[in-house]
Nanobody, 117 residues
Framework: QVHLEESGGGLVEAGGSLRLSCSASYGIDTINFNVLGWYRQAPGKQRELVATITRGGTTNYGNAVKGRFTISRTSSMTTTFLQIDSLKAEDTAVYYC?????????WGQGTQVTVPS
């Protein structure tokens, strides 16, 4: 069984920074999980990609966050971090952590980030 728990969300003024964390616990062989990621969903909008990072360290970012967000992970693939800088009101959303293999994707419950306009 896989459990993902996000933390670090909150209310931050525009221009500020946050660091989100996601801790993944496993009950099965971890070697098949190759990608950790973050997605977000703003009110009334579809869920969108924020960033992913592979076991090999390759990163990918959504266009809306390039240059402001940085994803990282532990070598054990049990924790991922999302450094968010220069926050904007449009970054307000619930941020979800994901853990994926070739055929499965697990999701956390999400953490709220709010940037007042």
């Amino acid at each position: 069984q896989v459990h993902l728990e996000e933390s670090g969300g909150g209310l931050v003024e525009a221009g500020g920074s946050l660091r989100l964390s996601c801790s993944a616990s496993y009950g099965i062989d971890t070697i098949n999980f190759n990608v950790l990621g973050w997605y977000r969903q703003a009110p009334g909008k579809q869920r969108e990609l924020v960033a992913t990072i592979t076991r090999g360290g390759t990163t990918n970012y959504g266009n809306a966050v390039k240059g402001r967000f940085t994803i990282s992970r532990t070598s054990s693939m049990t924790t991922t971090f999302l450094q968010i800088d220069s926050l904007k009101a449009e970054d307000t959303a619930v941020y979800y952590c994901t853990l994926a293999s070739a055929s499965l994707v697990y999701w956390g419950q999400g953490t709220q980030v709010t940037v007042p306009s």
